[in-house]
């Protein structure tokens, strides 16, 4: 691991908690080793959100990617993922009825070719 220095870090009461819950498990032996994992996580995800990037660099090149950027933004804001799975099951339950004999609604085929 090479040399270890301290250092000193703020963090808000509940995770101070947290940290000391996962110490107290036995799930970490220190409060160091939580950091760690939490620092080494960090640092992976954020080598992982840089390949992706450069994939996608790659494969629409960068000013598309900044048209399909603008073009999000530009489409207004998102909704909760609720919402957008409450719409779903409203437009299925409007094409599909409430009923349907306990069947699931399949498009394009019919019950006989099941």
Same mark, same amino acid.
């Given at each position: @691991?090479?040399k ?7 963090l808000p009461?509940? @995770? !101070?908690?947290?940290?000391? %819950?996962?110490? &107290?498990?036995?799930?970490? /032996?220190? !409060?160091?080793? !939580?950091?760690?994992? /939490?620092? %080494?996580?960090?640092?992976?995800? *954020?080598?992982?959100?840089? %390949?992706?990037?450069? *994939?996608?660099? #790659? $494969?629409y ?5 900044? *048209? @399909?950027? *603008? ?8 909704? &909760?993922? &609720? ?6 099951? $409203? %437009?299925? #339950?409007q #094409? ?7 069947r #699931? $609604?399949? /498009?394009?085929?019919? /019950?006989?070719?099941?």
């Amino acid at each position: @691991m090479g040399k270890i220095e301290k250092i000193s870090v703020s963090l808000p009461a509940e @995770m !101070v908690k947290a940290v000391n %819950r996962a110490v &107290d498990s036995g799930n970490y /032996a220190s !409060v160091s080793e !939580v950091v760690r994992t /939490a620092l %080494r996580r960090w640092e992976y995800e *954020q080598a992982e959100s840089d %390949r992706l990037y450069q *994939q996608a660099v #790659k $494969a629409y090149g960068l000013e598309r990617l900044r *048209q @399909m950027v *603008q073009e999000g933004i530009d489409s207004g804001p998102g909704i &909760d993922i &609720d919402e957008a799975f409450d719409r779903v099951r $409203a %437009r299925l #339950k409007q #094409k599909w009825g409430e009923g349907n004999g306990g069947r #699931k $609604a399949v /498009a394009g085929r019919s /019950a006989r070719s099941r």
